[in-house]
């Protein structure tokens, strides 16, 4: 089980420009949620994924966007980067439909906005 | 909106010691309550959890103490060893707005580190 993976680990973009961060989950999972982690902060949430649907968005600008495809994966797209983009953005999987499992980390993608 | 507040940012405990850190909320509708560690270039990883009905659990050398009605709950960590630095957030769960999956709201996190 190659649990959750992430690509790429890490990313160096220009400000301005667009990014796609993508993950795909642990085996068996069918929930994608993304998270912001600023540099000694707690993660943020960002969106959570379900049946390649958005469930639920937090506190988070329209620049951010996401998708879910129908073999779990999704992608994180972030428009117009700015400095302020640079984090470690993880995404958890899980399973829907409130089955109690916990949530799975990858390693996250290390984003540097210059 | 911080839901849920960590203390202390940071901890030095000695070998052996005991590291304790602590979490309070305010929603009640969290209905689960994780532990996770994080090292350096990793992504989180799940120590142990409660849920609101049980006032402790231990793991081994971690337990979680749980106050549900003053909404606080900790992390104890006996006879730490210093492969326990790392960072650890206190997360709670709830519901997403349409009901259909879980979200978690974490903590600001606390940086242990265990001298040897």
């Known amino acids: 089980d190659a649990g959750v993976t992430q690509s790429p680990t890490h990313l160096i973009k220009t400000r301005g420009q667009q990014v796609t961060l993508r993950c795909s989950p642990k085996?068996?999972?069918?929930?994608v949620s993304w998270y912001q982690q600023a540099l000694g902060q707690g993660p943020q949430f960002i969106f959570q994924?379900?049946?390649?649907?958005?469930?639920q968005r937090g506190n988070f600008p329209d620049r951010f966007s996401g998708h879910q495809f129908p073999n779990y994966s999704s992608e994180l797209n972030v428009n117009a980067l700015l400095l302020g983009d640079s984090a470690l953005y993880l995404c958890?999987?899980?399973?829907?439909?409130?089955?109690?499992?916990?949530?799975?980390f990858g390693q996250g993608t290390r984003l540097t906005v210059v | 909106q911080q839901q849920v507040k960590q203390s202390p940012q940071s901890l030095i405990v000695q070998k052996g010691g005991i590291s304790i850190i602590n979490c309070a909320y305010e929603?009640?509708?969290?209905?689960?309550f994780p532990w996770y560690q994080q090292f350096p270039g990793k992504g989180p990883a799940l120590l142990i959890a409660?849920?609101?009905?049980?006032s402790e659990k231990k793991e081994g050398r971690f337990t979680i103490s749980f106050n549900k009605s003053a909404k606080q709950f900790s992390l104890h960590i006996m006879d730490s060893q210093p492969g326990d630095s790392a960072t650890y957030f206190c997360?709670?769960?709830?519901?997403?707005?349409?009901?259909?999956?879980?979200?978690?709201?974490f903590g600001k996190g606390t940086l242990l580190t265990v001298n040897p």
């Open positions: 958890a999987s899980s399973l829907g439909l409130l089955i109690n499992t916990e949530a799975f």
């Open positions: 085996s068996g999972h069918d929930t």
């Open positions: 994924y379900y049946e390649e649907e958005e469930r």
């Open positions: 929603n009640t509708a969290f209905d689960y």
């Open positions: 409660i849920r609101p009905d049980v």
């Open positions: 997360a709670a769960r709830t519901l997403n707005s349409g009901g259909s999956n879980y979200k978690l709201t």
